[in-house]
């Protein structure tokens, strides 16, 4: 009787001392723009768990005390992420990762169901003038028509017209709304691409904060201040 108690006491104080090795952490895993990332893999490498992230790149996993999380993605289209748990680390964890921006990569994560179409062309059609690379473009919309997948520069002259949702009428404008420092203006042909600090476009829902007037969608310009280079 006193051997039993004894050994039921050991395995105890081994489950106990077991439950206190491991560890749940949650997280939140996002790119580019904080675009949430779903279907993608976390694993803990120690306590030898993996999830998948759900449709809002949330995830719940079981970890050792000390463990290393690990998000990897098929074909390297994400580079791949490690998180060390331990005493200091976080119950939810915000993890962003780097996008290898690749027309190929563009395609493969939208296939295999990381991110929706939509919200990738969006986001990708952002960008900034961090390498001052925006001086090789003669004119805004030259650099526009370069630089903006999808969007298209329309007619010749002083004034073209920028078109992010397509020609759908013939008797009116179908040319976005421009939006320069976050005020509406009619006319961007005066802007240097060199004065350019970040170009985006806005369309569908995120044009909607603009009323009727984005309804062709919103060319968003932010300039250089202050004699940023």
Known sequence: ?????IVWILISLLNASALAQTRVVEGFVTT???L????????AEKAGSAVMTDSLGRFTIV?????VLRLTSRDNIFKDSKVRINRRTPDTLNIHLT???TPENQELVVGYGYVKRSE???SVSQMENKRNDFCHYSNIFELIK??????QVVGGGREPEVIIRGISSIN?????????DGMVVNSISHISPCHVKSISVLKDSSASIYGSRGANGVVLIETKKGGQP
């Open 99 to 101: 996008f290898n921006n």
């Open 146 to 151: 370069g630089r903006l997948a999808g969007v």
């Open 63 to 67: 970890t050792n005390a000390k463990d």
């Open 32 to 34: 580019l723009n904080d």
């Open 1 to 5: 009787m006193k051997t039993t108690l």
């Open 172 to 180: 009116s404008s179908n040319a976005a709304l421009y939006v320069v």
């Open 120 to 122: 990738l062309t969006q």
């Open 36 to 43: 949430t990332v779903s279907n993608l893999r976390v694993t």
